[in-house]
């Protein structure tokens, strides 16, 4: 069955970086749109970035752009979301997503911007 798996979360001080992973079993990762969401306390799951099956096309919410990257390994079947000049509304539990037919969200990692 479809399984992602997310690491890198962690507590980051304002204008620091954190780079997230989420690696992915059972499905043709290479074949998949993939995605980060993130969901703040008391606020709904929103779109973050996401990144075409053969990651030659992203998107960002506007207001993570020019400071988050998504890039994926096919090879390694690993999606990563690269995070700088974190600000404190970037506080939130980000969650790894696979655009397959029965949907696919990993289990989340912390973010915590703070000094």
């Known amino acids: 069955q479809v399984q992602l798996v997310e690491s890198g979360g962690g507590l980051v001080q304002p204008g620091g970086s954190l780079r997230l992973s989420c690696a992915a079993s059972?499905?043709?990762?290479?074949?998949?749109?993939m995605s980060w969401y993130r969901q703040a306390p008391g606020k709904e799951r929103e779109l973050v970035a996401r990144?075409?099956?053969?990651?030659?096309?992203?998107n960002y919410a506007d207001s993570v752009k020019g400071r988050f990257t998504i890039s994926r390994d096919n090879a390694k079947k690993t999606v990563y979301l690269q995070m700088n000049s974190q600000k404190p509304e970037d506080n939130a539990v980000y969650y790894c997503?696979?655009?397959?037919?029965?949907?696919?969200w990993g289990q989340g990692t912390q973010v915590t911007v703070s000094s």
């Open positions: 990144i075409s099956p053969t990651g030659g096309s992203t």
């Open positions: 997503h696979a655009a397959v037919p029965a949907g696919g």
């Open positions: 059972g499905f043709t990762f290479s074949q998949y749109t």
